[in-house]
């Protein structure tokens, strides 16, 4: 599909669809003015707004399969916290935190916008899976709007009777500008793709791991622990939801190492260890960097969710 940069909207809607059931749980992209929002059937499943952001295109909403949204933007603790986010330093310049000489991710525009419906079989079983998603190029600029990197970010999203969850695929893919031969990335220990989740989920959740590990104590109740996935499970306005976030075995640094903490607020991240190993990123060596966000109503234990990260990680869904 060609670029849509410049277009105010685009709905993208499943047609011809003989079933009525899977018509109404059909998915939609509809690209406005400033966000994406992705519907299934008459529910918001999604929700990214990519335009008049003051720094970073994000995830603003993501809703479990009964609809309870786990996110939070932009809280007024941490204004910079906005909901699913991937930010970094690159050359030094701060992508993470909001400040006057903090970089910018800036849009440029939108390819492969799409939904699509498979039937698969499992257990002589077969499955209804819903998909939607959409690829967006970013410019990371300094606040000179000098050229750093040049991001492709793939958004996927997905909901089937067989997941049992939501799932959220991401994957940005950085290259260096023409005339550049290499940037170096660095961050705090809480840098990456980091979820804040709502404020009903604060305090009184619990984070847990593939391995059963503990963690170490960095400061206070934050903890940094390496695994191939981590998840915290809360309630979500009076809700029992599990969201877990899970590293692809091709990542540089698999396992990741993952930020946590619940106090004064529940944070998850899925960082690279950068602030103790800077990461370079050389011309003609694209960084691939993919990740995934689960969402599953009520208490998803070890098995289940680890049966997921494996179908996950094994088959690219």
């Given amino acids: 599909m060609k670029s849509l940069k410049g277009l105010f909207f685009l709905v993208l809607i499943i047609t011809a669809i003989p079933n009525p059931a899977i018509a109404e749980n059909s998915m939609r992209v509809t690209t406005g003015e400033n966000a994406v929002s992705v519907h299934t059937g008459p529910r918001l499943f999604l929700r990214y707004p990519y335009k008049n952001v003051p720094f970073k295109p994000y995830v603003q909403q993501l809703f479990s399969p009964a609809g309870v949204n786990i996110l939070r933007d932009a809280p007024a603790d941490h204004l910079h916290h906005h909901a699913l986010m991937f930010a970094v330093k690159v050359d030094g310049v701060n992508f993470w ?8 991710q800036l849009h440029q525009s939108f390819t492969d916008v799409k939904t699509d419906i498979k ?81 009903s989920m604060d305090l009184a959740g619990r984070h847990f791991n593939a391995d059963g590990k503990q963690g170490t104590v960095l400061r206070g109740d934050e903890k940094l622990l390496r695994s191939t996935w981590c998840a915290y499970t809360a309630n979500a306005n009076g809700k029992p939801v599990t969201v877990a976030m899970f590293d692809h075995p091709q990542n540089p640094r698999h396992p990741a190492t993952f930020f946590t903490m619940t106090k004064p607020f529940a944070y998850l991240a899925a960082t690279m260890n950068l602030h103790k190993e800077p990461l370079k990123v050389e011309s003609g060596k694209p960084l691939v960097l993919r990740y995934a966000v689960a969402v599953w109503d009520g208490k998803a234990d070890n098995d289940r969710i680890d049966k997921l990260y494996k179908r996950w990680s094994t088959k690219s869904m």
């Fill in 97 to 104: 935190e909001e400040t006057p000489s903090a970089g910018k």
């Fill in 119 to 199: 039937s698969v079989v499992e257990n002589d079983k077969r499955f209804e899976i819903r998909n939607a998603g959409f690829t967006e190029h970013i410019d990371w600029t300094n606040s000179s709007r000098e050229l750093l990197l040049k991001e492709r970010r793939k958004i996927d999203v997905r909901q089937g009777t067989d997941l049992g969850a939501t799932l959220l695929t991401w994957q940005s893919t950085f290259e260096l500008p023409d005339g550049t031969e290499s940037a170096t990335i660095t961050g705090s220990h809480y840098h990456g793709l980091g979820i804040r989740f709502t404020k």
